[in-house]
């Protein structure tokens, strides 16, 4: 399917006659700021490989332009949306250009969604432009909650994509880093300009890619893994030892897990691997 057209899809002149229409004002409070640039929203749809095959799930979909260029080369789009305003008008303008049988809007909060919302369509894709205040919650959650994603591009925050794609011994390498690698590869994937958005926002914004893979082979749960990687990272400075200390019940007891799980005690959070979390919770003392 051609995502080329751009017959079909929002520029900044509709966006701003949809939100006058609206009586839309975008607000901080729900990080609403709206691609307006065609060439954008087509990168991101061919960056995020969505093919006739996919089910696309979007997350805050706003006006619509980045839903529209997914209709067009997806076979379906479940658009969540909070903002019941919005999640009303989306519907009427995709049907005004003929794609309307083809998106399922959810007027939900993305951080409450589940499988049982999206009306049996199973998505295989997350491509979204998140909100800035809640772009790691969601991603996090979505990835649980929606265990038939195999990839995800989501657009975020320079510094939140810089954070969610980190290495060990990054100085942004943290609690985000080792969950989101729970569940998946991630790398940056390009950076975002700040003038494709109304209003323009005054941080810069970058593209991330998810690719879903089992996570590390455990006996323990999820839960136990990233218990012990909040505890981690709770106290940065500190080594492991003294940070995991209450999690293990005192240090000499942390020491003898981590002893336990290869890892030398006198190492930072930020120098583990998710695997090595994986190892430290199995080894936690009884």
């Known amino acids: 399917m051609d995502v080329g057209n751009s017959m079909s899809l929002l520029g900044p ?3 701003r006659n949809l939100a006058q229409k609206l ?13 307006i640039d065609g060439g954008t929203v087509r990168k991101i749809v061919r960056a995020a490989e969505v093919s006739g095959s996919d089910v696309v799930l979007e997350v805050g ?18 658009a969540v949306e909070i903002d019941p305003v919005l999640a009303k008008q989306l519907p009427v303008t995709v049907g005004e250009r003929g794609l309307g049988s083809r998106l399922t809007v959810v007027e939900a909060d993305a951080m409450r969604v ?35 994603l195999e990839r995800g591009l989501v657009m975020v925050q320079a510094e939140v994509a810089d954070r969610l794609a980190a290495r060990p011994g990054s100085k942004v390498y943290g609690v985000p880093s080792v969950k989101a690698a729970w569940y998946s590869d991630v790398r ?4 975002v300009g700040r003038t494709v958005f109304w209003p323009v926002p005054n941080v810069d914004s970058g593209l991330v890619s998810l690719v879903r893979r089992d996570p590390p082979s455990t006996t323990a ?8 990687i909040d505890a981690a990272f709770a106290q940065r400075r500190k080594t492991l030892r003294a940070a995991l200390a209450g999690w293990a019940g005192t240090a000499a007891r942390a020491e003898e897990a981590l002893r336990g799980a290869g890892v030398d005690p006198s190492l930072r959070g930020e120098q583990l691997e998710v695997g090595d979390y994986a190892r430290i919770a199995e080894h936690r003392p009884a």
């Open 13 to 15: 002149v509709e966006i």
């Open 23 to 35: 009586d839309l004002r975008p607000t901080k409070r729900l990080g609403q700021n709206f691609v």
């Open 61 to 78: 979909p706003g006006l619509g332009s980045l839903t529209l260029a997914l209709l067009e080369a997806a076979s379906h789009v479940v």
């Open 114 to 148: 589940t499988p049982t919302h999206f009306s049996g369509y199973l998505p295989t894709a997350l491509v979204a432009n998140l909100p800035y205040n809640v772009a790691v919650p969601v991603v996090l959650h979505l990835l649980a909650a929606v265990p038939s």
């Open 188 to 191: 940056r994937a390009g950076p």
């Open 221 to 228: 749960s999820r839960e136990e893994v990233f218990a012990v």
